[in-house]
């Protein structure tokens, strides 16, 4: 035990560039910083998180400045996106204020790019995969002054040289400490959310209300129970950083923590943030029983895969409507098995279609997310998602299906094959910075021809129609929207001027009335829109 408490000073990056007027959720707390936070806190060591999120850029790199005097040490994460640039903003100004000060980074793109990471001279140590242990044992290391080459699961610098240290093995969740959730201040986040028009914030999941509520305030926390994911998905980085290993915390386990949290901060949701929360039926079916049998009212929303829900007893279902599940977020990926089977999901046919019905009939929006433009993949291929893709939204009406353009992600089989088909990919940390919108804009210009690019704009459009979203209201435009959805004719030439017709009514409608369009559209719940007409900004470096 240490005599003294030593600080620690840990960095949570914004998720998006909030200078541009765009407010993140502020349901996303700091997991990643909790979750590494316990062991050191048994230590006697002082832990200080400062969660940009809850801050302009300038105000969380000013009280981060102000943390790091006297600090021990200074560590951050970040996935692609902002959270890449702001990371590496904040670190910059951190080595220039403290030169002597040890640094770390962590998280998913620490883990696949630790090269670019540690190219730029701020880091001591990158931090790979599941990051407990190995965060515990650097903290030790940095108070000794004992040297990090024996430490499982590093990325280093020597002599010019990347050097990774001997593979850390995944580790089970019970020997890991609950996080201390006392080290947030959990007002900031709710004042944030409970104000008027939130549900237009970045990244904020859609109320659990009904008939028009789904936009009322509400105050939503996110959680996760698990780590990896046993699925091979050639698209995503899981594999390489996880190794497909699924380590989840038992069902009684979560529901006490997630009780005992809702006791001291009364939530209205929970939103997980496991990759695949539900790789064991009775760990959730337990889960569900449990939360039914002491009547916890709140609500929450998971990933759940379409095999799985397929597979699951019909009661397992009905019990995870029944206790609170109003969102269920599957990764549908394609609408081919020639391209599921390139994936390596256990998806045929238009399994998707039956998965999301069946949460359908239980109540439960699915949502539901298809992406195009895979390397190799043909435009009959792409054509053939987007239509199942337009068939689920017509037969599951609660649904919110949606197709993204594909996005190189490195660490990936289809990364390897993208660059060998031309893919140019970012060079620096902050041109990484500018490809996390891939929902929003192709990563891979050029890959999706425009006749297919032409047919997902026009299902966006009347999908958007037809959810009322468009005017806020039902009327004819958005019954004949979806008159054009169910037949499939949503594309066709009279479809193209129909479309053009209700943009030049729908502006004028606007300029007659004055009104004021500060809506969004929710396709995928788990995302939100930007105002037509918009794209999101470039980071820039500070």
């Not at 030593?6 to 560039?17: A, H, R, S």
């Not at 951190?94 to 001279?121: E, H, N, R």
């Not at 279609?353 to 195009?372: F, H, K, L, P």
């Not at 192709?442 to 425009?450: A, L």
């Amino acid at each position: 035990m240490i005599s003294r408490k030593k600080k620690i000073v840990l960095y949570q990056p914004q998720q998006v560039d909030q200078s541009r007027g765009l407010p993140s959720a502020k349901d996303l707390l700091p997991l990643e910083m909790l979750a590494i936070s316990g062991l050191p806190l048994k230590d006697g060591y002082e832990i200080e998180i400062i969660d940009a999120s809850l801050y302009g850029e300038e105000e969380a790199h000013k009280r981060l400045v102000a943390a790091c005097e006297g600090a021990m040490m200074y560590a951050t994460t970040g996935i692609l996106g902002y959270m890449v640039v702001d990371g590496y903003n904040a670190s910059k100004l951190i080595k220039q204020t403290y030169p002597d000060l040890p640094m770390v980074v962590g998280g998913w793109f620490a883990s696949v790019k630790y090269d670019l990471q540690l190219a730029t001279g701020f880091y001591d140590a990158v931090v790979l995969g599941q990051g407990e242990l190995t965060f515990h044992d650097l903290v030790r290391a940095i108070d000794a002054g004992e040297p990090f080459d024996d430490i499982p699961g590093l990325a280093l610098m020597r002599d010019g040289e990347v050097v990774l240290t001997e593979k850390r093995k995944v580790i089970n969740w019970d020997t890991l400490p609950d996080n201390p959730w006392h080290l947030i201040d959990i007002e900031p986040y709710r004042e944030h959310q409970l104000r008027g028009r939130s549900h237009g914030d970045y990244l904020r999941m859609p109320g659990p209300g009904q008939n028009g509520e789904e936009r009322k305030p509400y105050f939503g926390i996110s959680y996760y129970s698990s780590y990896g994911c046993p699925e091979p998905c050639t698209f995503c980085c899981s594999p390489i950083v996880t190794g497909r290993r699924w380590k989840a915390m038992r069902g009684d386990r979560m529901l006490d923590e997630l009780a005992e949290l809702h006791d001291r901060w009364n939530f209205d949701v929970v939103r997980f943030h496991d990759a695949n929360w539900g790789v064991a039926e009775k760990r959730v079916k337990e889960f569900a029983e449990m939360k039914l049998e002491r009547d916890l009212s709140w609500k929450y929303n998971a990933f759940l895969e379409t095999h799985s829900i397929l597979n699951y007893d019909s009661t397992t279902l009905d019990a995870l409507a029944e206790s609170g599940l109003y969102i269920a977020e599957i990764g549908a990926e394609a609408g081919t098995d020639e391209m599921m089977e390139k994936i390596g999901k256990p998806i045929k046919g238009d399994d998707n279609i039956a998965a999301s019905v069946e949460m359908d009939n239980r109540g439960v929006c699915a949502s539901v997310t298809y992406i195009i433009g895979y390397p190799h993949e043909e435009a009959d291929s792409m054509r053939s998602t987007i239509d199942q893709c337009r068939r689920l939204h017509v037969a599951a009406p609660k649904a919110r299906p949606t197709v993204w353009p594909f996005r190189p992600i490195p660490g990936t089989v289809f990364w390897d094959q993208a660059i060998e088909l031309g893919y140019q990919p970012p060079q620096t940390i902050v041109e990484w910075g500018s490809i996390g919108e891939y929902h929003m804009e192709e990563t891979w210009p050029g890959k999706i021809p425009q006749s297919v690019a032409d047919m997902r704009k026009m299902y966006q459009h009347y999908v958007t129609l037809d959810y009322g979203f468009a005017r806020d209201k039902r009327g004819i435009w958005e019954k004949r929207a979806g008159r054009r959805l169910a037949d499939g004719s949503y594309h066709s030439t009279g479809a193209r001027i129909e479309a053009k017709a209700f943009s030049v009514f729908n502006n004028l409608s606007r300029k007659l009335s004055s009104r004021r369009d500060s809506s969004r559209s929710f396709i995928d719940p788990d995302h939100a829109s930007f105002m037509p007409g918009t794209k999101p900004a470039k980071p820039t470096a500070s």
